[in-house]
């Protein structure tokens, strides 16, 4: 028996535990990778907590359909250890990426190729165990990516935070050309939104974020300007430097975040929102017309964006954002740091 080390979710809203169980056989079209490192990301806090917040006292209860223990991750790369006979070109030992965002493969969402916005979704490490763990079994070798010469903890990334910011930004593409897009919130997926927009805009963005060290850090990355949207004066300078920004992501997503960026928007301006910290926001109805707003959600990428961007990493030879390693077992640390708001860049669990 091959041992399943895991730090698991044993009850929500309590602290990871590692738990070992008997390593799943592939079959089928299956494939058992063997994770290297795994990407601690901000959805992973309210998979553990158990709920999104909607404002006030209301929530959205995530708990249903999952059974515990379970294994959070979903930045995943590693090494193909298994395959089961129908894994085509599952060759053990091949470094690979995994594609998270599985669908059941039958809805009219998955036959149009957009299985991260399948109902019936088995997205790793939301759905299905993920990659906090020895090894993570993967249903179809189609979802596996080559990344050489990209080094694995980045190209572990790219499977959320990366496909997150990727998606964002394709949404403003053409506008960036009218002045510097607005980044707000430099959290793992706005750094990275940092570094591919520099890449894919002719004009270095512009970014916001509440802590000092971030907007620093973002400014040494090339940020043309920072803001802190804490600050009363904040909407002055913004407007005041640009004339009010035409393009805008939200990797926050919350009441406030999103009341900054509106507030800055100018006429027939677009804000694409991608974070999900919480809460409730609201608008003057009349202001959507009267400023031709465009206000626009977008969630993580599909399989064919998964390869675009990493063709597009290799392509513009982006740089890695900030990286931290920690062993597997300081699993719960990390999100703690995480949810205290210090870490810059991104942490990645290595097993």
């Given at each position: 028996m091959k041992p399943w080390h895991r730090?698991?979710?044993?009850?929500?809203?309590?602290?990871?535990?590692?738990?070992?169980?008997?390593?799943?056989?592939?079959?089928?079209?299956?494939?058992?990778?063997?994770?290297?490192c795994c990407g601690v990301c901000h959805s992973d806090l309210h998979l553990q907590d158990g709920y999104f917040s909607l404002g006030g006292d209301k929530r959205l209860d995530i708990t249903k359909d999952r059974s515990l223990p379970f294994t959070l991750g979903h930045e995943i790369a590693g090494v193909i250890e298994a395959a089961g006979a129908e894994a085509d070109g599952a060759a053990a030992g091949r470094h690979v990426a995994i594609y998270p965002w599985i669908g059941c493969g039958t809805c009219p969402a998955c036959h149009a190729g957009a299985e991260n916005l399948c109902s019936a979704a088995r997205h790793l490490g939301v759905a299905v165990d993920g990659g906090y763990a020895s090894h993570v079994l993967v249903p179809h070798p189609r979802y596996l990516l080559d990344y050489a010469p990209l080094p694995t903890s980045f190209a572990a990334m790219l499977m959320c935070s990366g496909l997150t910011a990727n998606g964002a930004l394709k949404e403003l593409v053409g506008r960036a050309d009218r002045g510097p897009t607005l980044l707000v919130g430099l959290g793992g997926v706005g750094v990275m939104g940092l570094a591919l927009a520099r890449a894919m805009f002719a004009q270095p963005p512009i970014v916001a974020d509440i802590d000092a060290e971030k907007r620093s850090a973002a400014l040494a990355a090339g940020a043309a300007l920072a803001f802190d949207p804490s600050d009363p004066q904040a909407r002055k300078a913004v407007m005041a430097a640009t004339g009010g920004v035409f393009s805008a992501?939200?990797?926050?997503?919350?009441?406030?975040?999103?009341?900054?960026?509106?507030?800055?928007?100018?006429?027939?301006?677009?804000?694409?929102?991608?974070?999900?910290?919480?809460?409730?926001?609201?608008?003057?109805?009349?202001?959507?017309?009267?400023?031709?707003?465009?206000?626009?959600?977008?969630?993580?990428?599909?399989?064919?964006?998964?390869r675009e961007l990493v063709d597009l990493v290799r392509a513009k030879n982006i740089a890695p954002i900030p990286t931290?390693?920690?062993?597997?077992?300081?699993?719960?640390?990390?999100?703690?740091?995480?949810?205290?708001?210090?870490?810059?860049?991104?942490?990645?669990?290595?097993?």
């Open positions: 730090q698991s979710l044993v009850a929500y809203g309590q602290p990871l535990c590692e738990t070992i169980a008997e390593c799943p056989t592939p079959h089928g079209s299956e494939v058992l990778v063997r994770v290297d992501c939200d990797f926050v997503g919350s009441e406030k975040s999103l009341q900054f960026v509106t507030g800055v928007l100018m006429r027939g301006g677009k804000v694409v929102v991608t974070g999900l910290l919480g809460g409730n926001f609201s608008l003057p109805a009349a202001m959507l017309a009267i400023k031709a707003m465009t206000i626009q959600g977008t969630i993580t990428g599909t399989l064919a964006d998964a931290r390693r920690r062993p597997l077992n300081e699993a719960q640390a990390a999100l703690d740091d995480l949810r205290a708001g210090r870490v810059v860049g991104r942490t990645v669990l290595s097993i």
